[in-house]
């Protein structure tokens, strides 16, 4: 797969902090130090991992990460949002004509990948958009470049362009154009000229075939797997020639994916395309966001957020156990769980799932009915706080008053306060019983 080496570093030096409740500095620093080494590994290009590193500290730090209540998920938020951006943000379509046909020059070097690309895009652009796109051949200086797309062509049943090697590359990509707009195709794509390497007469070439038909993409297809090297010649080529956007070959054997992801932040020229295999349906457009959630591996980080959630409800448990525990339980309490309860589904099924509840004593006196809930609300809203700090001072004409701003009778206020007692009785009794079996981790 694509970015196997590196989503796996990835996700490892994230691990850490994902089972975190609470995040200190140090351990991001510690974090970024693992996911910087990550990157260097997988060749991405050092200055990019340098502003990278940065970007994402800065942000984890302003965005007070430390004290939210769920720090682990929010530092792999900003991560995923950085390699987001890193990747080009947004995800950046094909530029086309206002009238047609669009003109699409396909540059890169020899065995990049260029001529299988080439149809391959014919055939997205067919088979996705309902395209008639012609392909024209005009690299006349590799020995069976224009058989090869000749060949495409007639598998794909996709027309090609040729006027053989002995006319000049500007001239076929011209008369391709003019064969376009009479034959109604909407798409030229121009299969150029490679090299071996970046050369002037190579540049010089392509310049004038860009001044000839003024395309309206670019596109550098480079091989991935080059590494540092693809994103040095798409700044060669973009210095030069000026391209529009990149697209990336044989991403399904790249197991690092340093071009990738330095390309888009050394070039400013967004990928479009990925090349995902040899077969001609093998190219996808390129989206940011899908490809960092790939990497960084996001169904991971969606049960984080979860975990993360449970936490922090782990957090009050333990502090409603102490607080049962020493008879400390308040009425606030009771409406926070009350609320908590709430969103949680029907009463009778938690009490079901409660540890040791179906043997307690008393707790059918407690099976509250969801409409009930209502009511009891507005009972203890209508306490004071002193009152619901400390149930015992409720006498009967702070009762009757209650019972009056609740809109309540007394008997009703009389029960609620009861069952309380009882609640408190019961939770201290189950809470010595759970810390026989184990520690914390009683929740309701
Ligand atoms: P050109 O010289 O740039 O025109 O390169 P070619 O189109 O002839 O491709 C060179 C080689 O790369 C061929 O063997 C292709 O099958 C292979 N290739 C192209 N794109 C991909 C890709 O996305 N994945 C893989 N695995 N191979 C590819």
Do not use: C
């Amino acid at each position: 797969m694509a970015f196997e080496g590196l989503a796996e570093r990835l996700q490892g030096s994230m691990k850490k902090i994902k089972g975190k409740g609470k995040v200190s500095e140090q351990d991001v620093k510690e974090m970024m130090r693992e996911v910087r080494l990550a990157l260097l590994e997988a060749d991405v290009n050092f200055k990019v991992v340098k502003q990278f590193v940065k970007d994402v500290r800065e942000r984890a730090v302003e965005q007070e990460v430390m004290e939210s209540l769920t720090p682990g998920q929010q530092v792999i938020k900003v991560v995923n949002e950085e390699l987001t951006q890193l990747l080009g943000g947004e995800q950046s379509k094909l530029n086309t004509a206002q009238k047609p046909p669009t003109v699409v020059m396909m540059v890169g070097l020899q065995g990049a990948g260029k001529t299988t690309t080439t149809g391959k895009l014919a055939l997205h652009l067919r088979k996705k958009h309902n395209r008639k796109p012609l392909m024209a051949a005009a690299d006349i200086y590799r020995p069976a470049a224009i058989k090869q797309l000749e060949t495409l062509g007639k598998q794909l049943n996709m027309p090609v362009f040729s006027m053989g090697d002995q006319v000049s590359p500007v001239e076929i990509a011209q008369k391709a154009v003019e064969q376009a707009k009479e034959e109604h195709h909407d798409y030229v794509l121009i299969d150029t000229a490679g090299r071996l390497h970046v050369d002037e007469n190579l540049m010089g070439e392509l310049s004038d075939i860009k001044e000839a038909t003024k395309p309206d993409e670019i596109l550098l297809v480079v091989d991935s797997m080059t590494g540092q090297d693809a994103v040095n010649v798409a700044e060669s080529f973009d210095e030069q020639l000026g391209i529009t956007g990149v697209i990336m070959t044989k991403l399904d054997a790249d197991t690092r994916g340093g071009a990738a992801i330095s390309v888009k932040a050394v070039t400013g020229k967004p990928i479009k395309f990925a090349g995902m295999g040899e077969k001609s349906d093998a190219l996808e457009p390129f989206h940011p966001e899908r490809m960092a959630s790939r990497i960084l591996g996001m169904g991971d980080v969606l049960s984080l957020i979860e975990k993360a959630q449970t936490n922090v409800d782990e957090d009050k448990a333990r502090e409603l156990e102490r607080k049962m525990r020493t008879n400390e339980l308040t009425f606030d309490d009771f409406l926070d769980q009350l609320a908590q309860v709430k969103d949680m589904g029907p009463i009778d099924e938690l009490l079901q799932m409660m540890p040791g509840a179906n043997k307690m004593k008393g707790m059918k006196n407690l099976q509250v009915d969801d409409k009930q809930i209502a009511h009891i609300e507005a009972i203890v809203k209508s306490m004071t706080k002193e009152e619901r700090d400390n149930p015992s001072v409720l006498n009967a004409s702070r009762k009757r008053r209650i019972a009056q701003g609740s809109g309540r009778n007394i008997q009703e206020v009389n029960r609620l306060i009861k069952q309380f007692e009882e609640m408190k009785k019961m939770m201290k009794q189950m809470t010595g019983m759970q810390k026989g079996k184990k520690k914390g981790g009683f929740k309701m």
